[in-house]
C-alpha cells in the first residue's frame, strides 16, 4: 500500500436519535466522529420529508461542527413490503423524499425491508463478564414468548418437540414482571421512537404477512427497487439496504437480506452504483455461516456504509453483543478486508474511498448509568467501540505499509 492510499482513512460516524438522544452533540464531537448519521424519526413512515424539515435538522448538525453523512433511515412503509394495492402511492412518496434529499445535497440513505420490526432482542441488559450489560437474542426465550404469549396462529409448526418443551420450561420459571419484560422487548417498534406493539396489534401485523412467503418478498423489494433506483440515480443519491436482524426467520416472517447470495441477488437484480449494500457486521454475524470477510472481499464494491460491532455466539444458539474488538467475528480480518477494498477503489479511481463507519451499539457501561439511551446506544459503550475500531484501522494501515516497502 502507498503512503497516499494508507491517508484513505474510513469516516468516522455516530448515530444520532435527535434533539432527544441521550448524547449530545458536543459529547459526539469529543468522541472522535466527524459525521452524524441520522434521521427524522418525528415523520410518521411512508409520509415525505419536506425540504423545510430536512434543512432543519441540518442546520443544528452544522451548527454543531458537524454534516449529516448518512440518512439512517427512510422507513418503507409495509404496504410496499406487502406489495399491497396502495404501495406505489407509498413508493411515489418516497421517491419525493429522495429529491427533498437531494435538494438538500444528502447523498447516502441506509435503509431496511425487515417485516413489521427493525431488529429483535429478547434481553436488553444482559450482564457480561465485567459488569455492563448488552443485547441479548434467545431462541429459548423467543420461542416461549412466541408459544405462550404472543400465541401466533401455527406457531407450533415452527418448533420441534423438543424446543416447545425447552420453551414451555422456560415460560413456567418465568414471573409475570419478566414475562411482561419479554413482551416489551420483542415488539419494541421502530428505531427513535418508545413505540411498543400490543400481541393484539402485532397478530394483526402478522395476519398482513400471511400470504406474503420469502419469494414474494423478495418480489416486491426488487419491485421497489426498480421504482426507486432511477430516481436515486437521478438525483445523485446511494441507496445502501441494511441486513436483517436477527438474519433469519422469525415470528413467522420471512426474510430476505441475511446472506451473501441474499445481497448477491438484490445488487444484480437491479445493477446500479446507487442500489448498495449497508455492511453491518453484527447483522450478518448473527449466523455463524456467514463469511463475514470473504463477504467484503467479494462484495465490496457494492459497499457504501459499515456498521462495525460484534456478537458472541454460545453453545444454545443464543448470542449477545460483545465488545468491538472480541466475540464471534474476526474484526481483524474484517477490517483488512475493507482496507483492502479501499486499495482497489483507489486503483479503479473511485472518489468514495473514505467510506462511512460507525461503532453499532455498545455495552452499558457505569459511566452511564443514570442516562437513558435507546437501547443499544449508550455513549461510553460506543465511544470505546470507535476508539478500538480507528486503533485497528491505523495499526493495520500501518503494518501494511510497512509490509510493502
Known sequence: ?????????????????????????????????????TALHHIPCGEVWSVEEIRQRQQTLEAAGFNWTVVESVNIHESIKIGASDRDQYIEKYQQTLRNLAKCNSRLVCYNFMPVLDWTRTQLAYPVEDGSTALRYDPTALAAFELFVLKRKGAEDQYSEQQQVAAEKYFLAMTEAEKEELQQTVLAGLPGTDEVFTPDEFNKFLERYEKVDTQQLRENLVYFLQQITPVAEEVSIKMAIHPDDPPFPILGLPRVVSTENDLQFITSQ??????????????????????????????????????????????????????????????????????????KRVNNGRKDIAIPVRPDHGHQFQFDAERSFYPGYSGVGRLRGLAELRGLELGIRRMMQISNI
Open 1 to 37: 500500500m502507498s503512503k497516499n492510499t494508507s491517508q484513505h482513512y474510513l469516516y468516522p460516524t455516530w448515530r444520532w436519535f435527535g434533539p432527544s438522544d441521550g448524547v449530545s452533540l458536543s459529547e459526539i464531537k469529543q468522541a472522535g466522529a466527524k459525521g452524524i448519521v
Open 270 to 343: 437491479v445493477p446500479s452504483p446507487s442500489n448498495g449494500i449497508t455492511f453491518c457486521t453484527g447483522s450478518l454475524g448473527g449466523r455463524t455461516d456467514n463469511d463475514l470477510p470473504g463477504m467484503i472481499e467479494r462484495l465490496g464494491d457494492k459497499i457504501h456504509f459499515l456498521h462495525l460491532r460484534n456478537v458472541q455466539h454460545n453453545a444454545d444458539g443464543s448470542f449477545h453483543e460483545a465488545n468491538h474488538l472480541e466475540g464471534s467475528t474476526d474484526m481483524f480480518a474484517v477490517m483488512q478486508a475493507v482496507i483492502n477494498e479501499q486499495q
